[in-house]
């Protein structure tokens, strides 16, 4: 079935420092692929998101590129703050279908200063 | 505008007892979602709503889940006859355009379940 694979965290990096944080999908079809955050205390948000290959959703210095030959959606920026500290989730949805979102295991960040 | 509420916002109960969990959509989303996030399972879909139908139930883990939706708005998941292992953070979302590219959901703060 369709599923997200997230890299394990908790991800430590001081701040200004280069963030990565890998996932990749498998699912057949061509779905749509998302970020979430989950601030301390908050809700989850909708961080940044790619609806076809090749396409780059960026936001707040974020950026993921949907690159459908490596099945990936790899999250970056490209000099973390303190605030940015969180739990990132990647996740998919199926287009024509339900949209119902498969999410990865989720990935603790702390930025320290 | 409003976001999407839940309440309660924390909920304790005792094993075998039964609890009902309510979701306020944001207004004029049609779809509406149920997610769980616990430790060991991360993230799982349990049900969406397209209106007042669910289409897709196919998350809900055991037949003491159930759930409603009525006018086309709020929503009610009921758990009866709770187990432990149901103790979790209960997520809702709703949703403008289901199933179309970039769907985006909306999720509400979530019910913290907690079965003693």
């Known amino acids: 079935g369709d599923s997200v694979t997230q890299m394990e965290g908790p991800v430590t990096l001081s701040e200004e420092a280069f963030l990565t944080i890998n996932c990749t999908y498998t699912a057949t079809g061509y779905p749509s692929l998302f970020w979430y955050v989950q601030y301390p205390g908050e809700g989850l948000q909708l961080l940044l998101k790619a609806t076809k290959a090749d396409d780059k959703g960026s936001n707040k210095g974020f950026e993921a590129t949907y690159r459908k030959e490596t099945t990936s959606f790899h999250l970056e920026k490209g000099s973390v703050q303190v605030s940015d500290s969180a739990v990132y989730f990647c996740?998919?949805?199926?287009?024509?279908?339900?949209?119902?979102?498969?999410f990865g295991q989720g990935t603790t960040l702390q930025v320290k200063p | 505008g409003a976001g999407v509420s839940q309440s309660p916002s924390n909920k304790v109960t005792e094993k075998g007892k039964d609890v009902e969990l309510r979701c306020d959509p944001i207004s004029g989303h049609t779809a509406l979602y149920w997610y769980r996030q616990s430790l060991g399972q991360g993230l799982e879909f349990l049900i969406y709503f397209q209106g007042n139908s669910a289409p897709d139930k196919s998350g809900l883990p055991s037949d003491r889940f159930s759930a409603e939706r009525t006018g086309g708005s709020v929503s009610t998941l009921t758990i009866q006859r709770t187990q432990q292992e149901d103790s979790a953070v209960y997520l809702c979302?709703?949703?403008?355009?289901?199933?179309?590219?970039?769907?985006?959901?909306?999720f509400g703060p979530g019910t913290r379940l907690t079965v003693t």
């Open positions: 979302a709703s949703s403008l355009r289901p199933g179309t590219g970039g769907n985006e959901q909306y």
């Open positions: 996740a998919l949805s199926k287009r024509g279908n339900t949209g119902k979102l498969i």
